[in-house]
């Protein structure tokens, strides 16, 4: 690793440029073999984990660098140079390397801005994020599949193989995760289990029981915050308002939450750090409608607003602002919509673009930044992983493929909205 002057947060450190560095720019220090492919200082990314918010330390290049030429990183303290910075408000890393934006869907804050001109650096806390991994787990081939993918979310690519699930078995979005741990509940092999699972995401081997459901079931949707995970709705022969709930920290039986604000079966579900939502689903028509719920307060959810198109078997994921709602199955067969909300504000979600594939069940997981959409069933299984930037309208485009083909598989993400 490059020498540092001794770092008192008030003063600058000297490294040498790994790339071409502009003063200003968010920087940090990799150690050779990491990120990058020697020990230097380098752009700083929010749409790379590794370099973002693995990263430690994060500071302000004082002037400009060209690549092997030492650089002056200042970690603290008001630094000046910028321009069109809003005083009193915060900076984040931005997806563009070296930039930092006020949009707070970035997992990485770098400071405060006291002037247009002058950004006062705060050391960074430590990270509530994992590294970066989405898991999709279990799902239906030609039958109940135990097969558990994980991906890397930044980076495009196929999936590779985890472990395997305790009970083979198709979920359908009941997967939700905190930093470290990824939870999977209930389900059906043919008959509905009250199975609930666990994995440690940033390692990789077979899933261990956690405990069991409140209530039988499967077809419910999964979401968390940091600490605390949801299943809302399902089916066990009859189809059920349940919301139940475990401390996702703690091994054990799950407890009851509340009740759906409308009764229901295959919703998607995502959340940011304080509330969840449960979307679209099956009671007894396809359904349009979005609850939501308090996450750290126990009780039955309330409305929301609509999707654009009334559908079940559709794939949830979200930033800690907005959620994505997509694909399904609406009135007239296999979906390709793409729907928004903003988290925070209730109301009735709005047109964000469309999937490569209409499909149902395009089980979804996400970073801050990136949602992925993987597997589903257009009459026959699909390996397909689609992505979208959550903060850009558009549609989706092409990230790569599972291991095997299948659907109803329950998704989670170690970076996703509702650690924001």
């Given amino acids: 690793m490059p020498k540092l002057n001794k770092i008192n947060y008030a003063a600058t450190a000297i490294a040498t440029a790994g790339e071409a560095i502009s003063a200003n720019d968010a920087v940090y220090v990799a150690s050779a073999g990491t990120a990058d492919t020697a020990a230097a200082a380098y752009k700083a990314d929010a749409d790379i984990v590794t370099k973002s ?35 009193g408000r915060t900076y984040y890393l931005s997806s563009t390397a070296g930039a930092i934006t006020a949009d707070a869907t970035s997992q990485q804050s770098v400071g405060v801005a006291v002037s247009a001109a002058k950004l006062l650096i705060l050391a960074p806390t ?13 799902g239906w081939i030609s039958a109940a599949s135990n097969v558990i993918d994980y991906i890397t979310i930044a980076t495009k690519g196929n999936a590779t193989d985890f472990g395997d699930l ?36 940033a390692t990789t081997g077979n899933a261990e029981d956690f405990g069991d459901l409140f209530v039988t079931r499967g077809y419910s949707g999964g979401l968390s915050s940091a600490t605390r995970g949801l299943f809302g709705g399902g089916y066990d022969g009859s189809i059920l308002n349940t919301i139940d709930y475990v401390t996702i920290a703690t091994l054990g039986n799950a407890a009851d939450f509340g009740d759906l604000f409308s009764t229901r079966y295959a919703p998607c579900a995502c959340s940011s750090p304080t509330r969840g ?17 308090t996450i750290a307060t126990l009780g039955n959810a309330a409305d929301f607003g609509d999707l654009t198109v009334a559908r079940s078997t559709l794939g949830g994921c979200s930033s800690a602002t907005r ?85 109803g598989t329950a998704p989670c993400s170690d970076v996703h909205g509702g650690l924001g």
């Fill in 126 to 138: 430590p990270s509530r994020f994992g590294i970066g991994r989405g898991i999709h787990a279990g």
């Fill in 166 to 201: 305790s009970v083979a078995r198709r979920i359908e979005e009941g997967g939700l995760a905190s930093s470290s741990r990824g939870i999977f509940g209930g389900g059906t092999t043919g008959s509905y289990v009250n199975t609930i699972d666990y994995i440690t995401i």
């Fill in 53 to 87: 918010t693995e990263v430690s330390i994060i500071g302000f290049a004082t002037a400009a660098a060209a690549s092997g030429t030492p650089v002056a990183i200042q970690f603290a303290g008001i630094l000046g140079g910028f321009s069109g910075l809003t005083a």
């Fill in 323 to 407: 959620g994505i709602f997509a694909g399904g199955v609406d009135a007239s067969g296999y979906a390709n919509e793409i729907d928004y909300v903003t988290i925070a504000s209730a109301g009735n979600a709005i047109d964000f673009g469309d999937l490569t594939a209409a499909r149902q069940s395009p089980n979804g997981c996400s970073s801050l930044i990136r949602g992925l959409f993987g597997g589903g069933w257009d009459d026959s299984s699909s390996n397909i992983i689609e992505q979208v930037t959550i903060a850009t309208l558009g549609n989706a485009t092409d990230f790569g493929d599972l291991t095997v083909a299948r659907y």
């Fill in 277 to 293: 939502l449960f979307s679209g689903g099956y009671d007894g028509a396809r359904s349009n409608v979005i609850d939501y719920v």
